[in-house]
Nanobody
Framework: QVQLVESGGGLAQTGGSLRLSCAAS????????MGWFRQAPGKEREFVAA????????YNADSVKGRFTISRDNAKVTVYLQMNSLEPEDTAVYYC?????????????????WGQGTQVTVSS
């Protein structure tokens, strides 16, 4: 069993930055691929970014390319989402997810474990 706990959400202004953290515990973390998803009010949850177990490969959704960066620190058993140039459209609950294989995925149902989410609100 894997437990994921997100932190770092909050209120930011347009053009500002936030860094989300996802601390993992309970299983061997270094072999799992990780992802970030988000869900805005009234919308379905959507893919944001993912990385391989080594962190050497990453993939971002088009809506956040050039602004968000996913990274991981296996020694700290933590994955991060650095969010720059925030826009009001980025307002959502952000979820960290893990899957029991090393390869990335943009598909929500292919992830096995989820955190409880952290709220990000961007004011205009």
């Amino acid at each position: 069993q894997v437990q994921l706990v997100e932190s770092g959400g909050g209120l930011a202004q347009t053009g500002g930055s936030l860094r989300l953290s996802c601390a993992a515990s309970g299983r061997i973390f270094s072999t799992y691929a990780m992802g970030w998803f988000r869900q805005a009010p009234g919308k379905e949850r959507e893919f944001v970014a993912a990385c391989t177990w080594s962190g050497g490969s990453t993939y971002n959704a088009d809506s956040v390319k050039g602004r968000f960066t996913i990274s991981r620190d296996n020694a700290k058993v933590t994955v991060y989402l650095q969010m720059n140039s925030l826009e009001p459209e980025d307002t959502a609950v952000y979820y960290c997810a893990a899957r029991r294989v090393a390869s990335m995925s943009t598909v929500e149902k292919e992830y096995d474990y989820w955190g409880q989410g952290t709220q990000v609100t961007v004011s205009s």
